[in-house]
């Protein structure tokens, strides 16, 4: 179901030694020479001083593999004690090599695979699961014997009937594509039931992307799209990206229809990059329904604070009065978006109040609504309650607060703010009889 990945066992490790650290004297009499520090970086063990520990200290260095990365000296030192250990006939060590293994998918390139395989097979009939879990990926990976679907299959469900979540998902796998088994998607998903919800959605995703490329012998687009449905209902965003593969033909196959059934799905459990996109092929069309589907999915995608696009799109149909109650529905919706935490709602709302659109004009409250952007960083909002605080609409009218507002716009990257700034300059740089006024660097930042 994997690719595994090939370890070479080093049969020597190189030591590396940092350089002593000079001593520095006192010059004078009576000095006294301080004394030496030395720093000697750890070497790893070689080959033949692991083959001189004891089988105990050779097992605790085993267990660190478990729990590091592979691409890491304890991993690669971890493993080679781990062996010496299993070939000494110490069983614990064998069974600790098959979790090694089961985890993190790896083949042991230099070893006797005949002589592993007995020891595992030893193992796995007194039942330890990751023993049987690695005899079953020799199978499948053709590691050291020939590769086997079929009997993969059958170490795989051995190690699932007791509880082995990794093989519980490879059991699924294999029942879910045909992969040495006859192709029973009931039968794939009831495996699935116990295992996490990481590996259970991961599980999903392969089974689906086997049957829409047909790696394991056969495609079937209905079948994996329903294999893609389930792995939405644990986490919508994967689905989507599935379907935006699926609408580009990235991965080798183009299927605009079952993209445009995922992105639905997506979207309607929740993912608000999948609403967007249904919103944004809405929104252009002149029909009313059309528009109106568009702003419902526009509001659920708001609703995820982090979607700005949603927010500022929602304020966008809002500026063009759109007909048919449609402006009473993006009111709503940007209400609920606001209430989200969504940033461009609040700037959405504000020019509601201030046009009185779909609601009664306020300025007091669109310049409320502009402050709570404003605190919160949006740029465009500083701007709008520049210009409120210049003219004194719904707000006291204060020049030195408008030039603040505005600077910061400025400097946050507004376009216009910088040119507005400049207009505003003149009536605060002249003084009580009409005249210019010299105006400081710092009273105009």
């Given amino acids: 179901m994997i690719k595994a990945m090939q370890i070479v066992l080093l049969s020597s490790l190189v030591a590396s030694i940092a ?47 478990l729990t590091v990365e592979m691409d890491t000296q304890d991993f690669v030192t971890g493993l080679d004690a781990v062996k010496i250990a299993s070939a000494r006939g110490d069983r614990e060590a064998t069974r600790l090599m098959a979790k090694i293994m089961a985890r993190n998918q790896i083949i042991l390139g230099t070893d006797d695979r005949a002589k592993l395989e ?33 009997k993969a299959a059958e170490w795989y469900l051995w190690a ?27 039968t794939a998903l009831k495996w699935l039931d ?40 644990i986490k919508p965003g994967v689905v989507y990206d599935v379907a935006l593969d699926l609408e580009r033909g990235t991965r080798g196959v183009q299927d605009r229809e079952a993209a445009a059934h995922l992105i639905r799905v997506a979207a309607e459990r929740g993912d608000s990059g999948a609403a967007t996109h249904l919103a944004n092929a809405l929104a252009s069309s002149s029909d009313v329904e059309d528009q109106r589907r568009a702003v419902q999915w526009y509001g659920l995608a708001a609703e995820d604070k982090a979607n700005t696009a949603a ?9 063009l009065r759109p007909p048919g109650g449609i402006v009473s529905d993006i009111v709503a919706a940007l209400e609920k978006a606001k209430a989200a935490g969504n940033t461009e709602a609040l700037v959405g709302l504000a020019h509601a109040y201030s046009e009185g659109i779909g609601v009664d004009a306020s300025p007091e409250k669109a310049a409320a609504l502009l402050q709570e952007a404003s605190d919160a960083g949006h740029p465009e909002a500083k701007y709008k309650l520049g210009l409120m605080y210049k003219s004194g609409l719904g707000v006291m009218a204060d020049l030195n607060k408008a030039v603040e507002l505005m600077t910061s716009a400025r400097d946050s990257g507004y376009p216009l703010a910088a040119v507005t700034l400049n207009s505003m300059m003149e009536p605060i740089t002249t003084n009580s009889v009409g005249q210019p006024a010299q105006a400081s660097e710092a009273s105009v930042q």
């Fill in 118 to 150: 007995r020891r595992f097979r030893f193992e796995a009939l007194r039942g330890a699961s990751s023993s049987v879990l690695a005899i079953a990926g020799m199978y499948d990976r053709g590691d050291g014997v020939v590769a086997d679907p079929k």
């Fill in 194 to 233: 116990g295992v996490n919800e990481g590996r259970q959605r991961s599980t999903l995703l392969e089974i689906g992307w086997a049957l829409v490329l047909g790696t394991e012998g056969s495609k079937d687009m209905p079948a994996a799209l329903r294999f893609f449905e389930r792995a939405a209902q």
């Fill in 160 to 186: 699932a009937r007791v509880g082995h979540e990794r093989a519980m998902a490879h059991a699924a796998y294999a029942y879910g594509t045909g992969r040495g088994l006859e192709r029973n998607e009931g």
């Fill in 19 to 65: 350089p002593a650290a000079l001593a520095a004297s006192n010059q004078g009499s009576g000095a006294q020479a301080r004394s030496t520090q030395t720093a000697v970086a750890t070497a790893p063990p070689t080959q033949a001083q692991l083959k001189a520990m004891s089988t105990m200290r050779l097992l605790k260095l085993g267990q660190k593999a």
């Fill in 311 to 319: 927010g500022q799109s929602l304020s966008r149909l809002l500026a």
